[in-house]
C-alpha cells in the first residue's frame, strides 16, 4: 500500500492527532487514515450538495456557451 509523508507538521497538530487517537483507541496513524478518508469523503458529498444546489438554482436558464461571451467581449473592443 502507498505511504503519505507530511512534513513540517506544527509540534502542537502532532499532540492534538497523538490526544485523539488515545481517545479512540487508535494509533496515530490508524488515526491519521480515519481523519484523511472521513475528510476527503465528507469533500465528496459536501460537492455533491452544492453542486446539486447550483443546478437547481440555474434551471430552465438560458446557457449561452464560454466561447460565444468570449467572442461577444473580444468583439466589443
Do not use: C, N, Y
Amino acid at each position: 500500500m502507498p505511504q503519505l509523508l507530511v512534513r513540517d507538521v506544527p509540534q502542537e497538530v502532532v499532540e492534538a492527532l497523538k490526544r485523539r487517537a488515545a481517545e479512540h483507541g487508535r494509533s496515530a496513524e490508524a488515526e491519521h487514515r480515519v481523519i484523511l478518508e472521513e475528510t476527503l469523503r465528507a469533500g465528496r458529498a459536501a460537492f455533491r450538495e452544492r453542486a446539486a444546489a447550483l443546478r437547481e438554482e440555474t434551471r430552465g436558464r438560458i446557457s449561452i456557451p464560454s466561447e460565444v461571451l468570449i467572442r461577444q467581449d473580444r468583439d466589443e473592443r
